[in-house]
Structure formats: C-alpha cells, structure tokens
C-alpha cells in the first residue's frame, strides 16, 4: 500500500542538537515513502551531520544560507516555504523553537517557516532540564497556539548521560505523525459543514442594539479546522473581528439571529454536519424604530422584547437522516444534566459544554476547556487547550460519531 506521503513534498528542517544523526534515518523513510524531500540546516546542525550525507539521501543540495557565497544564488524562502506541503523541524532544539515562537527569522529555517503555510511540525529533542524549563514550555505553548503540531519527545538517556524526558521522537514514529496527519487531512473532503460563530446583534433603533460578549473565535477556529480537513465549510457568521483565511471557508455575515436563521437553514439543506457555535441572542426588540431614540424627548423607554427563533433547533426538526448537528452549551449550574436535556430538546447529535467556571474558557479567551456529551450518552472531559486544538478535538468526535 502507497504511503500517505507519497508525493508530498517535505522540507526538513534540521537544527543543532545531537539528534541530528537520526534526521539522516528520518530523511532515507520519507524519500522511502516517496517523498520529495528538501532540507534546510540551520549553520550549527553542520556541526552535527554534515550537508553530504542529507543531500545524498534526498538528492537535493542542502540550504543553509540565503546565498550560495561564490555565485551569489539567492535561495528564496518564499518560495521554499510556499513549495511545501508539509514542514517537520527534527530535531528542533530550544533556540530554534525560541526564535520560531518569536519570529527570529536570523537563519534560512525559521525565515522559510515564517513564510510557509504548510502544515508545521516540530520534534522537540534537549537535554532534560532545558526541556522542563518554564521558557521551553511556554514557547512550546505559544507555537501549539500557532498550529504547529509538536511530536513529543520521549523519556530515556540523553546526550549529556542523564536520563529523562528530551529524546527526539524516533524517526519511524515521526513518519507515522505526519502519515497519521495527511490521512486525517483528507478526512472531511467531499463534506459541506455548516458552522454557526459570534454572537447576534438586534436592533433597537438605527444605531443601537442588544448584542454579547461573544468573539466567533471557537466557530472561526472550528471552521478552518474543518476546511483544513479538506471540507467546504459555510460560516455563517454575526458580527466579529475574527477573519477566516482558508479559501475553502465561504462566511456569509449576518447582523440578527432572524438572518442568521435564514442563512443557515439556505445553508443545511444540502450539509453533512451544521455546527452551532453561535451565541444567538435570546430575545430581540418586538419593533425597531427606524430613527435614533432621543433622549431629550424620551426620559424613559421600556423594550418589549420577543423571543428569537432557536436555530439549532429549527435545524434540529428539518434534519435528514445522516446529518450530525452539533450544539453548544453555557451553563452554569448542573452543567452535563442541563446539556444533556438541551441536546435532547433540539434533536442534536452532540454537544459541547463549556463551563464558566473554568478560568480561561468561554467568550473571549484564546483557550476553552470542554466536555463532549453524545446523544447516545457518551462523554468525554478535555484538558484547557488553545481554541484550535479544542476545534480538533470537537472534529475528531464529530467524525467519531459519523461511523
Ligand atoms: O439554549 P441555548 O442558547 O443555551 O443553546 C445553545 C445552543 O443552541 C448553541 O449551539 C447555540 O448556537 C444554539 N442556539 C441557536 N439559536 C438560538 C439559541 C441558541 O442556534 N436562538
């Protein structure tokens, strides 16, 4: 059976650490694959594995510069970066995931990562402490946040003979990373995914509204998620400041949670999943007056307001056999057995609570903490994760559930 690298083009990038050597085993099993494979070193991985040895198993002249000295050809890094399709740091060390965290571009390697947009992965390969240190943490942190994907280093003897956790991945196992990887990459392509983000704004008079506090970040992440996936996403979107970047996310904006009614139910009818992430408003002014409310004419005004339609629900009744709809839930008080009967009440397949009382969850943070509850009574708690890795996680339940 042909590998899922098969034709893929790869740059390894290789850094200086003594786990260098086994990128030479690393590079012989992708071309083995039948990968294209172009590395880059930064100047001290020359120290480690000299550039022959690579470009004889990749057939590639190795780059290390942005020239080469005596004809003066420069390498462009746009180019390289914009060439691949997949990007794999073996063995990163701390300085190159410092300066890949931070944007140092001072070396070919991490000006070619600045510039691709590849999928990013980085395997981690120190001594013990450097690797438990809090800066080596926290940039690791930030570089997840980012989207790369960092392939853990293992526990065992080090370098410097102490024993501990900072050993690269071994070269077979990054292989079945990156194999396991593109074939979750091609998971949701031929599938439409309707996904609903931010919160509705309702008008009062032309320039006023009831709105929340909701920023569209976990809809937006979900959404570029699912097209990473290969899926052609429609976000139906309220209004925000996130911006969705991958071509195959089509976001249509909407202001009230009546339009954004319309346009998820226009938008259903032929998905294969619909994603509520949506903090519809609740209610909405019963009339809009169409000029703005004076003050000085109008000391005190009380809004009639009238209850908005449910859209995960109206979905809910319109499903046809085969379509997963996934909801969300805020709550605050008996959290699973209120979601539970919300995911009963609007005919949902899943859905995905997010507790208040978790700091660093819910509306406006960069992280969420959830917990996946499934119409057949399943559930699953996660770790606090950036909003990205928590939109993986929702996808690899939703496609769980699909089967
Ligand atoms: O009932 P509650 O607002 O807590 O339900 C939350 C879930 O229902 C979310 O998935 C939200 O997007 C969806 N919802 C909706 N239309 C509404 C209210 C909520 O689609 N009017």
Redesign the pocket.
């Known amino acids: 059976m042909s590998s899922p690298l098969s034709g893929k083009h790869i740059v390894l990038g290789i850094t200086g650490g003594i786990a260098a050597y086994k990128s030479a085993l690393l590079a012989r099993l992708f071309v083995k694959a039948g990968a294209e494979v172009q590395v880059i070193m930064t100047p001290s991985a020359r120290e480690f594995i000299t550039p022959l040895t690579m470009s004889t198993l990749t057939g590639k002249p190795v780059i290390t510069e942005f020239f080469t000295a005596n004809t003066g050809e420069w390498h462009s890094h746009v180019d390289l970066g914009l060439w691949a399709d997949l990007f794999v740091v073996a063995p990163a060390t701390a300085c190159t995931l410092a300066k890949m965290a931070t944007g140092v571009a001072d070396n070919m390697l991490v000006t070619s990562y600045l510039s691709t947009r590849a999928d990013v992965f980085v395997a981690p390969a120190m001594d013990l402490d450097m690797m438990a240190h809090a800066s080596t943490a926290r940039n690791l942190a930030t570089l997840r946040a980012d989207g790369v994907r960092v392939i853990e280093a293992a526990e065992g003897e080090l370098a410097s003979h102490l024993s501990g956790k900072g050993r690269m991945a071994e070269p077979a196992d990054i292989v079945a990373a990156l194999e396991a990887h593109i074939a979750q990459a091609e998971s949701m392509s031929g599938k439409h995914v309707l996904i ?1 983000a931010g919160p509705t704004y309702e008008r009062i008079d032309p320039v006023r509204f009831i709105g929340n506090y909701s920023s569209g970040k976990m809809g937006y992440a979900l959404a570029e998620a699912a097209a990473r996936r290969g899926a052609r996403v429609t976000l139906v979107s309220g209004p925000v400041s996130c911006v969705a970047s991958h071509p195959s996310v089509r976001v249509v904006h909407v202001e009230s ?1 009546r339009e954004m009614l319309d346009a998820a139910q226009a938008a259903f009818t032929d998905a294969d999943v619909a994603i ?5 408003a ?1 209610y909405a002014p019963a009339t809009v007056e169409d000029k703005k409310v004076k003050r000085e004419h109008t000391p005190e005004i009380s809004l009639t307001l009238r209850a ?5 629900a109206t979905l809910g009744e319109a499903r046809r056999p085969g379509q997963i709809l996934v ?4 709550e605050t008080d008996n959290e699973q057995a209120n979601a539970a009967d ?1 995911m009963r009440r ?1 005919h949902l397949d899943m859905i995905v609570l997010n507790s208040l009382r978790d700091a660093g969850a819910g509306f406006g943070t960069d992280t969420n903490k959830v917990t996946v509850l499934h119409a057949d009574g399943t559930t699953r708690a996660y770790e606090l994760k950036s909003k990205s890795e928590v939109a993986e996680d929702i996808l690899n339940e939703i496609e769980a559930c699909a089967h």
């Not at 509520?276 to 519809?280: D, E, L, N």
């Not at 908005?308 to 995960?312: F, L």
């Open positions: 609903t949670a509520m992430a949506a903090a519809v609740d908005n339609p449910d859209i995960a909801g969300f839930a805020l919300k609007k």
